[in-house]
């Protein structure tokens, strides 16, 4: 189940824009801004035609799949928004609208090819995925698809969004771990690399806390004021010692703030929007930023921990859970194992069953002889999927039954604490980081392959 922190599509990209930007950065998404046509654009593209234009119509066509105008708007609008949740600086609208449509043309391109080589994403995956974004929203699945229908947004289509990403990371995941390796050579570099470079936003890693006062767009001077008065006091009592954990629990408007306590999590500088870097550089850990001002709103910065990646003496939250594991074959179906292990959390929250004694009987992996038990371990030692949801978890908790690439899980998270990892801790550490960035570099270079072999007739320039 070990599997190194590889940045996917998220599953959210599909809801990004409605959903209070669920997905992080373009990069983050696995999505390079490669130039549009190799430098150079087809005649029109880039400005305006003259004339009206019909609602709908194709712009481009990538082997026999158009892509029409509305999917090109409805993916800017969401792109947009999400770079204004951030406070990421707005590119020029002709730009970005390029830069749009040719990540369309590579995901239907990269989409073909799944469905070429029979991969597929059956319906207990998307259930999943559509149940993670419910639970990063705070919502029942329920209240998710009412808020998606009152934004118009059709679930039906919501839901095959959510399928098509799970198959572009299967392939994705498919095609790219046979070409990377990493080797203590690797390793040693990257930590001389550190150590010469302390500094360099791509080497310092700093975890964040943040609490947004969202001020809506085209807001008046009479709207804004109250909500700056607002986050100067959120401000004040930040610093006069108050949680700020539950300060922003009770008060932050980003999205997720209530489930994280506002915590964004440990990352290098240069995965955090500039306007968060610059306001937090002067920044001692444990201090507070002043206030300052994106799209989204009025944003308060809390720096919980600054450090040089690989350092000694890094300290880490690490989790120890135990697990059910149900492989899906030709006796037992997905819906089956989810059901069967449904029934396994019943019976133990009603103290008639011994989820360990259960893993023993049940478990089909090599944590069975030990009851389940995972032992000890740091972040990304799991696959997205199963870490997402024991991380959800507080200690005694067991969650739902989740499906992943590896069969149905049942999960109990037991303890967590704060290590301080080993020598050895830290190089494994490294080598994950090390992975994640030849993955990001073997992804480039396999999308322009895919790319490349991809018929694209462009039509019409998008509006």
Not at 410 to 428: N, W
Not at 441 to 463: D, I, K, L, N
Request: hydrophobic share 40%.
């Amino acid at each position: 189940m070990t599997k190194p922190t590889f940045r996917s599509l998220a599953l959210g990209l599909a809801c990004a824009a409605q959903l209070a930007a669920l997905c992080g950065p373009a990069a983050a998404q696995g999505l390079r801004p490669t130039p549009l046509f190799g430098g150079s654009q087809p005649p029109g593209f880039g400005s305006a035609p003259a004339g009206p234009r019909p609602a709908d119509y194709i712009v481009a066509v990538v082997n026999s799949e158009p892509i029409t105008n509305n999917e090109v708007r409805l993916r800017l609008l969401r792109y947009e928004q999400q770079l204004a949740q951030q406070g990421s600086p707005m590119p020029p609208r002709a730009q970005l609208t390029r830069e749009v449509l040719e990540r369309l043309i590579i995901e239907k391109a990269q989409l073909q090819l799944a469905r070429e080589t029979g991969i597929k994403a059956e319906d207990a995956h998307v259930d999943q995925a559509e149940l993670n974004v419910a639970r990063q929203n705070q919502v029942e699945v329920a209240e998710l698809r009412r808020r998606l229908a009152a934004d118009g947004i059709n679930v039906a289509q919501f839901r095959e969004d959510l399928r098509n990403q799970i198959l572009l990371q299967r392939l994705r995941d498919r095609e790219l771990e046979a070409r990377v390796k990493v080797t203590d050579l690797d390793i040693d570099a990257f930590l001389r690399e550190q150590q010469q470079g302390a500094g360099d936003p791509a080497l310092t890693e700093i975890n964040l806390a943040h609490i947004l006062v969202a001020v809506p767009e085209n807001a008046t001077p009479a709207q804004l004021a109250p909500l700056q008065a607002k986050a100067q006091r959120l401000l004040e009592r930040a610093r006069a010692g108050e949680d700020f954990a539950r300060l922003a629990r009770e008060n932050s408007e980003a999205a997720g703030a209530a489930a994280s306590n506002g915590v964004i999590g440990l990352r290098t500088a240069d995965r955090y929007p500039p306007l968060f870097v610059d306001a937090t550089r002067d920044v001692r850990e444990g201090g507070i930023s002043d206030i300052f001002r994106s799209a989204a709103g009025f944003h308060i910065v809390k720096v919980i921990e600054r450090r040089q990646g690989g350092t000694p003496g890094v300290s880490v939250t690490q989790s120890r859970a135990r697990h059910i594991l149900i492989r899906p074959d030709g006796r037992t179906t997905e819906a089956q194992a989810r059901a069967k292990l449904a029934d396994f959390k019943r019976r133990v929250q009603a103290g008639q069953a011994d989820f360990a004694q259960l893993a023993r009987e049940n478990s089909q992996d090599a944590s069975a002889r030990n009851g389940g038990d995972l032992g000890w371990t740091s972040p990304g030692m799991f696959v997205p999927e199963f870490e997402e949801v024991m991380n959800s978890l507080t200690p005694g908790q067991i969650a739902d039954p989740i499906v992943s690439r590896f069969g149905v899980h049942l999960i109990q998270l037991q303890e967590r604490r704060q290590s301080t990892l080993s020598q050895k801790e830290q190089r494994d550490v490294v080598r994950n980081l090390v992975r994640e960035r030849k993955l990001d570099e073997a992804y480039a270079t396999w999308a322009r392959e895919v790319r490349g072999r991809a018929y694209v007739e462009f039509r019409e320039p998008p509006q």
